[in-house]
C-alpha cells in the first residue's frame, strides 16, 4: 500500500475466535495472505490473534496456517511481531477436577467481584456422562462455561492467554478494535462468550472497542445447533446486550454483569447455504466474506454507527443487528493480464496456421493434401474415361461435362457440401471469434475515410463472413480474393499501425485463406466421394474382366483408406487445438500407412515399369536386327523374304509403340503415386514426435488452457458475497487497442473511467447486483422487519460510485424502514485501496429477535428437546442458579444430572 493509504488507516483489527467458528474464521483470516500482507505492511499496524477452543482439530488448523504465513511474512520482509497468534484448547484433568471446581465456584466469583447466592446449587452434578471433547462439546453450553471457568479461574490458563493478547493489542499506535467472532449455536464458542468478554473488558479496561460478531446457524446444521443452543444463546444474549434488560441483571446481581460489548453484530448463514447447498461450503463462504468486511469495509470512523446501535443507546427490545455484505470486481487488470496470454497464445498460432498452409498447398519443393486429393480425381476420371472408352460413348472434348452429368446423377452436392459445413461450423465460429478479439479493435472508432477505417471494414467484413459458413460460404469463396488484395494493398498506407496490430491483420488474412482452402479441400474431397461410389456400382454391373478388376481394387483403395485418411487430415486444418493435439498420433499413423500402401505400389510399378523398358530394349534391338536384314535383300528371286521382313519390322513397330503407350501410363501413375508420396511424407513430418509442429501445438494448447482456466477463474462469482461484473465487448476492444498500440501505460484508473469504462453499463450491473439486499431472506431477516436505521457503507474507487447510485440503493433499501428514507438510511462512502472493486456493507440494525428468519424454527425445536439437554443448553447466570425461560424470565435451574429426562 502507498503511504498516504496507510495514513488513511482508521483502525487495527484485532480478533478473538471462540469455539470452531472463531478458530476457523481467524483462519480464513491468515490465508487471505494478499490483503494481510498489504494490512501489516502499514506502519503502526499490529494485528493480535486469539483462539480458544475445548477441540483439537480445528486449533491444530489454524497453528500450521500460521506457520505458514511465517514464510511469507520473512519473504516481504515483515518483521514477526507484525502478527501475533495465540491459539489453546481449553482442557480439564479429570471430571472429578471439573466438578470440584463448579463446587467451589462461588469461591471464584467473589474474587471477581460477582454476588454470591445464598443457596449456590452447582449446574453440573457429577453423575452426568462427560462426552468426549475430540469434536467439542456436542452443543452442550453450559459444560463448555463450566471448562472456560475451570480453565480461567483455577488454572489461570485463559487469563494468561488474555495478557499476551492484551499486550500485543496495545503494542499497535492505530486504534486498535477487537472482534469476538463465534458461531450462536455452537457449545464452546456462545457457552463461553459472554463470560470471557465480560472478563476481557475487565483486563483491557473501556478505551478500547469490543465488537461481539456471531455466526447465526442455518437450516443444513444439526437440530441442536439450530434448536436448543442457539435459541439459549439468543435469549441470554438479550439480557445481556439489551439495555433495558440488562439492567435489570445487574440491579440483582451485580455490575459484573453489565454488557460487556461496545456493539454486537450477527451474520447469518442461511443465505449462503441456500447458495452453496452445504453447511461446510456455506461456512467457508460466510469466514471469507467477514474476512473481507473486517479488511476491507470497516476502514472510517466506527463511532458514527456506534452512537446508533451501541450499548449506550436503549433500543427497547431491538437489540439485533445483522450484517450482510457484497464485493464487485471489474475485472480490469485481469483482462489486462489475459490480453498477455492471449497474445502470446496468437503467436503460437500464427506459425502453425503457416505450416497448416503448408498442409494443404505444399511448398515450393514439396507437395501438399491438395495435390492427393487432385491425384485421386485424376485416377478416378481416367478409370471413367476407360469406361466410356469401353462402351464407345468417350468425347474428348465433352469429358468434363459428362464427368460432372455423372457425378450429380440421383445426388445433391450442394447439400451434402452444406451437411459437412455445418460439422465444422463450430470450430470456424471459435477460431473467428477468438481472433476477432484483437482483429476488430484495429481501427476502431477510426475516422471514415481513412486508411485505418477502410482496414476495419475489410476486417469485419472478413468475419463477418466467416461466422455462419453454411449460409455464407459461397460469398466467402467470392470475395475472399478480393478482400486478401485490397486489405494486403491498403497495409503499406496504414502507418501509424504497430507491428503486432500488422501480424494480426496477416494471421486474419492466413485464417480466411485456411478456411477457403478448407472448403475447396471438402468438394474436392465430395466430389472423389461420390465419384469413387458411382464408379463402383457401375463397375460391379459389367461383366467380370481382368481389366475390370484392377478397376474395382483402384476405386476401392481411393475409397477406404485413402478418402477416409484424407478427410481426416482435412478436418485437422480447422480442429480445435484441444482436439488436435489429442489425435497428432493417428494422423502419424495414417501417413505412415499411406506411405507404406503407396511405397508398395510404387514397388510393383516400377517393376512393371522395368520389364517394359527390357522388352522395349529387347523389341527395338530385335526391329533394328530385322530392319538391317531387309534392306540388305534386292528385290528378285529373294523378294517374298524381303516383303516377309518388312512385315514383321511392321509388327515389331507397333508393338513397340503399345509398349511406349504403356511405359508413358505407367511412368505418368509413377509420377503420380511419386507426388503423393511426398505429399504424405511432408505431412508425416509435421506430426512427428519431435516435430516444431507438435511442439507448436502444444505450446499453443498450454496458452489456450492457460487463458481458459484464468478467465474462468476471473469470470466466476467466488461465492454468495464476491461477484465478477463481465466486461462489455465494446470495454474489451478499447483495452485490446491500447495494448496493441503499445500504449499499456495508459491504461490507469482515471483513464480508463474516462475513456474506456461504460459507465451506463457498469452502473446497471451494480444496481442488478445490490438488488440482493432488496430481499430479507439474503439477511436472515424476515419479511416483516422494520427500522428507523439501516447502515450502508460503500468502498469504492474514486469516479465510479455517484449520486444517481446513492439514490438507488436508498431506493432499494427503503422497503426496511418505517420512517423517512432520507433519515433512517445512512449510506457512508469510504476510498478503496483497489481499483476496480468495490464493497458493500449493510447493517440492518434495530430488528427485534423475532424479526429473524430462522427465530420460530430455533423455538419450536428448544420446546421439543429434553429438559436436560434444554439446561444444558444454556450458559449466561448458571452460577447464580438460573437461566433465561422463553418467557424471558428468570428460571430458578436444576442441577442436570440425566439429559435424557
Excluded at 149 to 178: A, C, R, W
Excluded at 414 to 433: F, K, N, P, Q, Y
Amino acid at each position: 500500500m502507498s503511504e498516504n493509504k496507510a495514513r488513511s488507516y482508521t483502525n487495527s483489527i484485532q480478533i478473538i475466535g471462540l469455539g470452531g467458528t472463531g478458530a476457523n474464521v481467524i483462519e480464513a483470516f491468515i490465508k487471505n495472505k494478499s490483503d494481510l500482507i498489504d494490512l501489516l505492511k502499514i506502519e503502526g499496524v499490529k494485528v493480535s490473534l486469539l483462539s480458544l477452543d475445548v477441540a483439537d482439530h480445528d486449533i491444530r488448523s489454524l497453528d500450521m496456517a500460521y506457520k505458514r504465513l511465517g514464510d511469507d511474512l520473512k519473504i516481504n520482509n515483515i518483521p514477526a511481531d507484525k502478527i501475533k497468534l495465540v491459539s489453546k484448547t481449553m482442557k480439564f484433568p479429570t471430571p472429578e477436577s471439573m466438578f470440584d471446581f463448579i463446587q467451589n465456584y462461588p469461591e471464584f466469583l467473589q474474587r471477581e467481584g460477582v454476588k454470591v447466592p445464598d443457596n449456590y446449587i452447582p449446574w453440573l452434578s457429577s453423575s452426568m456422562e462427560i462426552p468426549p471433547l475430540a469434536g467439542g462439546v456436542g452443543r452442550k453450553r453450559a459444560l463448555s462455561k463450566a471448562i472456560y471457568g475451570l480453565n480461567y479461574h483455577h488454572l489461570k490458563l485463559v487469563d494468561g492467554y488474555m495478557d499476551k493478547f492484551k499486550e500485543h493489542v496495545f503494542t499497535s499506535t492505530v486504534q486498535p478494535i477487537i472482534f469476538i467472532i463465534y458461531g450462536l449455536g455452537g457449545g464452546s464458542g456462545s457457552g463461553t462468550a459472554l463470560d470471557f468478554t465480560r472478563h476481557l473488558r475487565k483486563k483491557i479496561g473501556s478505551g478500547i472497542p469490543i465488537i461481539g460478531l456471531t455466526i447465526l446457524p442455518c437450516s443444513g446444521d444439526d437440530p441442536p445447533a439450530k434448536g436448543a443452543a442457539s435459541y439459549a444463546a439468543l435469549l441470554e444474549h438479550e439480557f445481556a446486550i439489551d439495555r433495558s434488560l440488562n439492567h435489570k441483571i445487574t440491579s440483582k446481581y451485580g455490575d459484573t454483569y453489565q454488557n460487556p460489548f461496545t456493539a454486537f453484530l450477527m451474520m447469518s448463514l442461511g443465505p449462503a447455504y441456500s447458495r452453496a447447498g452445504s453447511v461446510l461450503d456455506a461456512r467457508k463462504l460466510v469466514d471469507e466474506a467477514i474476512v473481507d468486511i473486517l479488511m476491507k469495509s470497516l476502514n472510517f470512523d466506527l463511532a458514527d454507527l456506534f452512537s446508533n446501535i451501541g450499548s449506550n443507546v436503549d433500543l427497547d427490545g431491538k437489540w439485533v443487528n445483522v450484517m450482510s455484505t457484497l464485493k464487485v470486481s471489474y475485472p480490469v487488470a485481469e483482462f489486462i493480464d489475459l490480453t498477455k496470454i492471449y497474445l502470446d497464445k496468437l503467436d503460437r498460432l500464427r506459425e502453425l496456421r503457416r505450416e497448416k498452409l503448408d498442409i494443404y498447398n505444399g511448398t515450393k519443393e514439396t507437395f501438399g493434401l491438395k495435390t492427393i486429393f487432385d491425384s485421386d480425381f485424376l485416377e478416378l476420371k481416367s478409370i471413367y474415361r476407360r469406361l466410356l472408352i469401353e462402351k464407345n460413348t468417350y468425347d474428348e472434348s465433352r469429358f468434363e461435362s459428362t464427368v460432372q452429368s455423372f457425378l450429380g446423377e440421383g445426388t445433391s452436392m450442394d447439400a451434402d457440401l452444406v451437411m459437412h459445413i455445418r460439422g465444422v461450423e463450430d470450430s470456424v465460429r471459435s477460431l473467428i471469434t477468438d481472433l476477432s478479439k484483437s482483429v476488430l479493435s484495429i481501427g476502431l472508432n477510426a475516422v471514415d475515410g481513412t486508411v485505418e477505417s477502410r482496414i476495419r471494414s475489410l476486417s469485419e467484413e472478413m468475419v463477418s463472413l466467416s461466422l455462419n459458413l453454411s449460409q455464407n460460404y459461397q460469398k466467402l469463396q467470392e470475395k475472399v480474393k478480393t478482400l486478401t488484395e485490397d486489405l494486403q494493398s491498403t497495409l503499406p498506407s496504414a502507418q501509424s499501425l504497430t507491428p503486432r496490430q500488422l501480424q494480426i491483420i496477416n494471421d486474419t488474412i492466413n485464417l480466411i485463406g485456411l478456411i477457403n482452402y478448407y472448403l475447396d479441400g471438402l468438394k474436392l474431397y465430395l466430389q472423389i466421394h461420390n465419384l469413387s461410389d458411382k464408379l463402383s456400382k457401375t463397375i460391379d454391373k459389367l461383366d467380370q474382366s481382368e481389366l475390370h478388376d484392377r478397376m474395382k481394387e483402384s476405386v476401392s483403395r481411393i475409397s477406404n483408406p485413402e478418402l477416409v485418411i484424407n478427410f481426416a487430415l482435412l478436418s485437422s486444418l480447422l480442429s480445435p487445438i484441444s482436439l488436435e493435439v489429442k489425435t497428432l498420433d493417428a494422423r502419424l499413423s495414417d501417413c505412415q500407412v499411406m506411405k507404406r500402401i503407396i511405397s508398395e505400389r510404387l514397388d510393383t510399378l516400377r517393376t512393371h515399369e522395368e520389364s517394359l523398358l527390357i522388352k522395349q530394349k529387347s523389341r527395338t534391338q530385335e526391329k533394328d536386327r530385322v530392319g538391317g536384314q531387309a534392306k540388305k535383300i534386292r528385290f528378285g528371286f529373294l523378294g517374298p523374304r524381303k516383303k516377309i521382313m518388312q512385315s514383321k519390322s511392321s509388327d515389331l513397330e507397333h508393338e513397340l509403340h503399345l509398349i511406349d503407350q504403356q511405359i508413358n501410363a505407367v511412368s505418368g501413375e509413377r509420377q503420380i503415386l511419386e507426388n503423393k508420396l511426398s505429399a504424405y511424407t511432408n505431412i508425416e513430418r509435421k506430426f512427428e514426435v519431435a516435430s516444431n509442429y507438435r511442439k507448436m501445438l502444444t505450446e499453443a494448447t498450454t496458452f489456450e488452457n492457460s487463458y481458459y482456466e484464468k478467465m474462468n477463474e476471473t469470470m466466476r462469482d467466488r461465492g454468495y458475497y464476491d461477484r465478477v461484473a463481465e466486461l462489455t465487448e465494446g470495454e474489451q476492444l478499447k483495452i485490446m487497442q491500447r495494448i496493441l498500440l503499445e500504449d499499456e501505460a495508459s491504461l490507469t484508473q482515471e483513464n480508463m473511467l474516462n475513456e474506456i469504462i461504460d459507465r451506463k453499463h457498469l452502473k446497471e450491473y451494480l444496481a442488478s447486483a445490490l438488488g440482493i439486499f432488496r430481499i430479507p431472506a439474503t439477511l436472515g431477516l424476515t419479511s416483516k422487519y422494520r427500522t428507523d436505521y439501516l447502515w450502508f457503507t460503500v468502498v469504492s474507487p474514486r469516479g465510479i460510485w455517484d449520486s444517481d447510485l446513492d439514490s438507488e440503493a436508498k431506493t432499494m433499501l427503503a422497503g426496511y424502514v418505517s420512517k423517512d428514507a432520507s433519515k433512517s438510511i445512512y449510506i457512508r462512502e469510504v476510498d478503496s485501496d483497489d481499483p476496480w472493486t468495490m464493497r458493500f456493507l449493510i447493517i440492518a440494525a434495530k430488528a427485534s429477535p423475532s424479526d429473524l428468519d430462522n427465530f420460530k424454527e430455533m423455538g419450536i425445536l428448544y420446546n421439543q428437546t429434553t429438559k436436560g439437554e434444554t439446561l444444558l443448553s444454556h450458559s449466561f447466570l448458571l452460577e447464580q442458579g438460573v437461566h433465561i425461560s422463553p418467557d424471558h424470565q428468570l428460571t430458578t435451574t436444576e442441577k442436570i444430572e440425566d439429559t435424557d429426562s
